[in-house]
């Protein structure tokens, strides 16, 4: 089955550091892939996303890259601000495995303070 | 324009009695979810329809869970003799397609005494 692999939380930067918050998948086709979001007291929200492999995924300053090669959609951004304070889901939605049901990690949780 | 809408947002009920939550989908979205998220938990998939019917049940706890979906819109997930351990948010989620972005509704607490 599908499964989606994200790295333990939380996260504790200072403003302005460098975020990397990894993620790698299982799959049986060929997956969309997204990075969905959860402010403090807000209801999930995308992020970006990347449909085929080689694809960028940008918004807010955050990127992730779809690698086939690693089966990984790691979320990078080059300076955290406080307000990326948040818990950070990774998903992946598969059509050809038979599956019809989009797969979330257990999220990562990222505190940035000042 | 319109997100997802669910209702009611707050829900507190006493161990034993039945809860109907409800969920109004983004006009045109096929595909709907149910998730549960429990305090410091990721989400837990538990129904998806699409359109009416619901392809995957797999993931609803027991047989006091159950859902519906009419028209092709409006859902209903009912809990029946609900339990402390069924407190969390239960989230609804739909998308135009089962590939695409999916866009969550703010949720409703449920809070079992």
């Known amino acids: 089955g599908n499964s989606v692999t994200q790295m333990e939380g939380p996260v504790t930067l200072s403003e302005e550091a460098f975020l990397t918050i990894n993620c790698t998948y299982t799959?049986?086709?060929?997956?969309?892939l997204f990075w969905y979001v959860q402010y403090p007291g807000e209801g999930l929200q995308l992020l970006l996303k990347?449909?085929?492999?080689?694809d960028k995924g940008s918004n807010k300053g955050f990127e992730a890259t779809y690698r086939k090669e690693t089966t990984s959609f790691h979320l990078e951004k080059g300076s955290v601000q406080v307000s990326d304070s948040a818990v950070y889901f990774c998903?992946?939605?598969?059509?050809?495995?038979?599956?019809?049901?989009?797969?979330f990690g257990r999220g990562t949780s990222l505190i940035v303070h000042p | 324009g319109a997100g997802v809408s669910q209702s009611p947002s707050n829900k507190v009920t006493e161990k034993g009695k039945d809860v109907e939550l409800r969920c109004d989908p983004i006009?045109?979205?096929?595909?709907l979810y149910w998730y549960r998220q429990s305090l410091g938990q990721g989400l837990e998939f538990l129904i998806y329809?699409?359109?009416?019917?619901?392809?995957?049940k797999s993931g609803l706890p027991s047989d006091r869970f159950s859902a519906e979906r009419t028209g092709g819109s409006v859902s209903t997930l009912t809990i029946q003799r609900t339990q402390q351990e069924d407190s969390a948010v239960y989230l609804c989620?739909?998308?135009?397609?089962?590939?695409?972005?999916?866009?969550f509704g703010p949720g409703t607490r449920l809070l079992v005494l």
């Open positions: 998903a992946l939605s598969d059509h050809r495995g038979g599956s019809y049901i989009p797969t």
């Open positions: 990347a449909t085929k492999a080689d």
């Open positions: 989620a739909s998308s135009l397609n089962s590939l695409e972005t999916q866009y």
């Open positions: 006009s045109g979205h096929t595909a």
């Open positions: 329809f699409q359109g009416n019917s619901a392809p995957d």
């Open positions: 799959a049986t086709g060929y997956p969309s």
